[in-house]
């Protein structure tokens, strides 16, 4: 129990909910099968059927889908604390494929794991639900980001979301974070050529606001990169209300 009591879904979900013995201890089995996946080999794929989910303890994954022309769709980036495939575990299909950008460690996690945890307990459920929600809200955002916003503010709120995200899980601040995506990454993920990306980052740089070199995301001034993206953290919900 201390190791799961430790993790960083854990830190994530006592944001929601103070956690009890028995759900602290219904984390613990959750956690009970520890897989390690290299960088570049894909945990799952697009149109698998079958497949578990997986609680990111370590590494960061980027979840994707290839289109019939080859190019590909980055959807998201999990961290440490997030769940892989949960949707797919329930719909029996994996609707995209994840892939390690690191070295990862996770817990995989079957069906009947999660059921079984879901029915005795309930407050652990419903925290989940709130961490999934979460989730559903952030590719909302991300949406409208594609959509409406220009490539500064697009990259900005992209870094400022990632920052908060990591905060949640001890991983980063107000001053910045490790970070392990390269403009490849981001490009795919923003909707954006890798020159264009290289051109946003130099010009936030410029502007004073934020630096992202050597796999460190620094920021410089989080209040003028937060106006010139627009970003309310409200949609991330960090601090929800404790359930009783």
Request: hydrophobic letters at 45%; aromatic letters at 8%; a negative charge.
């Amino acid at each position: 129990m201390t190791a799961a009591a430790a993790s960083p879904l854990t830190r994530k979900l006592s944001a929601f909910v103070a956690l009890s013995e028995a759900e602290l201890a219904a984390l613990a089995r959750l956690h009970g099968r520890r897989r390690s996946f290299v960088a570049g080999r894909d945990m799952a794929h697009q149109g698998q059927s079958d497949q578990a989910a997986y609680i990111l303890s370590a590494g960061w994954v980027c979840s994707y889908k290839i289109q019939p022309d080859g190019t590909r769709q980055i959807v998201d980036f999990q961290v440490p604390g997030d769940f892989l495939g949960l949707r797919s575990v329930l719909l029996r299909t994996s609707d995209h494929s994840f892939e390690p950008i690191v070295d990862v460690e996770a817990a995989e996690v079957l069906t009947g794991d999660l059921l079984e945890a879901f029915a005795q307990t309930p407050r652990l459920a419903t925290a989940i639900l709130w961490a999934a929600s979460r989730d559903e809200a952030m590719v909302v955002e991300h949406l409208v980001g594609i959509g409406r916003r220009d490539a500064g503010a697009r990259m900005a709120h992209f870094l400022l979301e990632l920052g908060s995200r990591l905060a949640l899980v001890g991983m980063g601040s107000k001053e910045g974070y490790d970070c392990p995506l390269t403009q490849y990454h981001l490009a795919d993920a923003l909707g954006l050529s890798a020159v264009h990306v290289n051109r946003v980052l130099r010009q936030l740089r410029e502007r004073g606001l934020v630096t992202f070199r050597d796999g460190h995301v620094a920021f410089h001034d989080y209040s003028g990169l937060a106006e010139l993206a627009g970003f309310d953290p409200a949609y991330l919900d960090q601090t929800g209300p404790l359930l009783k």
